[in-house]
């Protein structure tokens, strides 16, 4: 079973300068290299120091700034904090719930069941909660059941808040998954059809980042995390469309996937990454064909940089980063998970009845620079 102390993703830089030797030998999984240097440096380095492997200075004569902006760099180091240190995802408030504006009664999820991987935390807790204020039933999936059961009864509490007098109470439940393997997967849906009778509606946010260069990057650590991001999303998404035609009932499948599924995010390494997001994407296309004669439609979301709680403890630790990344960023900042409450109710209602195969970018315009 994947271990959830290797699933969390968390972003770390440490100085190259301080960063002790000792690290890269260390459990910890790590990247190692310098921060740009010049050609003069790196000749004076390789006798001293093998690890610090660059991808910054490739040509000798050329001048220091070139790429300068544009290359992966192995000095940032990136690892997930402990089990005790992971931060939790506190549910929205006052922004998520209904409200009554008048809107297009094609984004109400009303007599939906909609199921979302990796629901426990981060964006697809959010996602969950955007949902249920939109109407639906949920059953979340996570491989941290415990924090799921916790997180599902916030829900309800918070939805209970959002709307006094409300007798209709949406049904939340929480479900162990480990989304790479067929057999739970398997028992978890059949867990969630004798709990909630169907599914009508999927997303898969089960997923995790690792940086490592690609030469040294474990290839159980690679295996796994493929298995997580994108094994993980088929085995979800045809077990659910899979109940869809059985009951020949429409029903709607959002992957997450990334922006790096499009893209080359830098400085961090993380080749296999964003190759498996690249793999999420064209699998959510390749199913949309697939399956459009069933009515069943299958869309991407590809989030940019997202603060989630998880990141924002990382990051307010490691501002260089961030000024990096926002640097790169049209908008000028990075988004949060309620970012998405608006994409992922629209790609699951009638409102987007006749959008399929689409990737929805929600990355504050990175991709298009
Ligand atoms: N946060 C971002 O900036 C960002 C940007 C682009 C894409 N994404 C993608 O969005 C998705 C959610 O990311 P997040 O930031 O919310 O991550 P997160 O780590 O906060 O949450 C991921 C959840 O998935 C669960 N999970 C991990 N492995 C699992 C497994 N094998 N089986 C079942 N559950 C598992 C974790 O327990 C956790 O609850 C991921 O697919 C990620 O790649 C995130």
Redo the contacts with the bound molecule.
Sequence with gaps: M?K?SL???AFRVINPVSRPAVLATSSRRLISVTAARSSKDDSNNNNNNNNNKSSLSPHPNSPEHEGQFARTDESVIIEYPPDHEMPR?PVVQGRGGMHFKRTLAQFSLENKVSLV?????????VMAQALVASGSDIAI????KE??QDQAKKLVDQFKKENPGLEDMPNVTAHY?????PD?VNEAIAEILEKHGKIDNLV??????ENFDAISYPYDRMKKLW???VD?TYLFATAVAKHLMERKAPGSIVM?????GAIVNVPQPQAP?NAA?AA?RHLAASLAVEWAANDIRVNCI??????????RKILDENPDLKNKWTSLIPVGK??T?EDLMGAVTFLLSDASKYITGADLRVDGGYTVT
């Design positions: 994947f959830p699933a969390r993703s995802t991987t990796g629901g426990a935390r981060g964006l697809g807790l999936v996570d491989l941290n924090e799921a998954a480990d989304v790479s393997n739970s898969t946010s089960a997923g995790f980042t298995g997580v991001n993980g997450i996937g990334s922006m790096s990454y997001k999420v590809s989030p940019g940089y997202m603060l989630t709680a998880l990141t990075m988004g998970p």
